[in-house]
């Protein structure tokens, strides 16, 4: 997996305050711009005028990390992010991974520092290019759907895992968003049958669309948690999957600016007091959906999984557990199977 994925591994980015702690000290310490300004750390850019000088790539890119690092819409927990963005955005208008000794043309010039004002906005860049990379499968991307996340890939990996062994295998993903865990089942597992539904029409809509480009069948529809299935799969489905909007309704307001800022809120949460309520939703009708012995797999952060597990726990199901995966090893799924 490449370090541009690794970077968009931060979803809620809902990482433990201590370990953040422990990354941005990590991070001062190696970078020699910061500089230690009244007990924090701040960032020394100096803006250049560009015009009239033909700049290699190398020094591009230290102008754009520069602009990305005294951007206060992005969360900078992540060491080398800015980097990674800065290359990511560069090899896009390049149309290839630059090299450092690149010289880069007026016009490319102008476009990436384009790029790179929107992205010090917060702008996701998923949004400022159209599209995202998610195990393999390039995913179209617009405002007003959820961004999907790397650290939804360890999701998609512990659904495909129970599917492929089956012979003819069901899978449902609530919440799909872009079509995101659905897609990658249905290129993974093919002999499966994927139904993926969202309470957002734009969200089924780009998921068809998706689903279309790349040649895969999954069944979209729009409804409420388990509303837009066919009843007639009821007492079928395999592997239900699950990425919900998890954050609490006051802790909305604590996410990052590139978040909170560009996301659709209902994305974001479902406005419950513990961010718990789509997950009781989802544990009090998945039995109706699940065969004997089918899992659910929710999504959820370090920070939640212990609730996630009781509910789960509390609601019947069987060999509950709290896994843990990903790049950075910090996503939890919380795996359960249906109760007798
Ligand atoms: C965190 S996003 C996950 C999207 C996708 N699974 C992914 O990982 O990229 C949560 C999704 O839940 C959807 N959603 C919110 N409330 C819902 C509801 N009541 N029923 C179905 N979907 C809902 C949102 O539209 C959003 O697409």
């Given at each position: ?16 305050r201590a370990?953040r ?14 500089r230690?300004v ?6 020394v ?13 190398r ?13 206060e ?6 060491k080398?992010?800015?980097?990674i963005?800065?290359e ?5 208008v390049?149309?290839?991974e630059?090299?450092p000794e690149?010289?880069?043309g007026d ?6 520092l ?15 290019k159209?599209?995202t990379?998610?195990r ?5 991307s617009e405002?007003g759907?959820f961004v999907?996340r790397?650290?939804s890939?360890?999701?998609a ?5 129970r ?6 295998p069901?899978?449902?993903?609530l919440?799909?968003?872009?079509g ?8 993974e ?7 993926g539904t969202?309470?957002?029409e ?9 689903a279309r480009?790349?040649g ?9 948690v388990?509303g ?12 239900i ?29 479902d ?26 797999l ?8 212990r ?12 060999d ?16 359960g199977?249906?109760?007798?």
């Open positions: 997996m490449s370090l541009i994925s690794g970077v968009s591994a931060i979803f809620f980015a809902r990482v433990p370990f702690v422990v990354l941005d000290a990590f991070g001062a310490a190696l970078d020699p711009f910061a230690s009244g007990g924090g750390t701040a960032r850019y100096e803006p250049t005028s560009y015009h009239g000088r033909p700049m290699r790539a020094k591009l890119i230290r102008t754009a990390i520069a602009e990305l690092k005294a951007s819409a992005i969360d900078h927990w992540q080398g992010r800015e980097r963005e800065a990511d955005l560069l090899g896009f390049m149309g290839d630059p090299d690149d010289k880069v016009a490319e010039r102008d476009v990436f384009g790029l790179v004002a929107r992205r010090a906005t917060g702008e996701p860049i998923p949004y400022i159209g599209f990379e998610f393999g499968l390039e995913l179209a405002p759907v999907p790397d650290s890939e360890y999701l990996e512990q659904a495909v895992k599917l492929r062994g089956r012979r003819s069901v899978h449902v993903d919440a799909t968003g872009a995101t865990i659905a897609l990658s089942v249905a290129n597992v093919p002999k499966a049958t994927v139904y969202d309470l957002s734009d969200a089924v809509k780009l998921a068809r669309r998706n480009r790349l895969l069948k999954v069944r979209f529809a729009a409804g409420d388990f837009g299935l066919p009843t007639t799969i009821a007492g079928t489905v395999d592997v999957t699950v990425h919900p909007p998890y954050v609490a309704m006051d802790e909305v307001d604590d996410l990052p600016d590139e978040i909170k800022d560009w996301e659709p809120v209902h994305t974001l949460t406005r419950s007091s513990d961010g718990l309520g789509f997950v009781r939703q989802t544990v009090a009708e998945a039995p109706t959906w699940l065969r004997p012995k089918g899992w659910l929710m999504e959820t952060d370090p920070d939640r999984a609730d996630v597990k009781k509910v789960m726990t509390d609601g019947g199901f069987r509950v557990q709290s896994t843990k995966g990903g790049d950075l090893k910090i996503t939890r799924v919380i795996v199977r249906r109760p007798a």
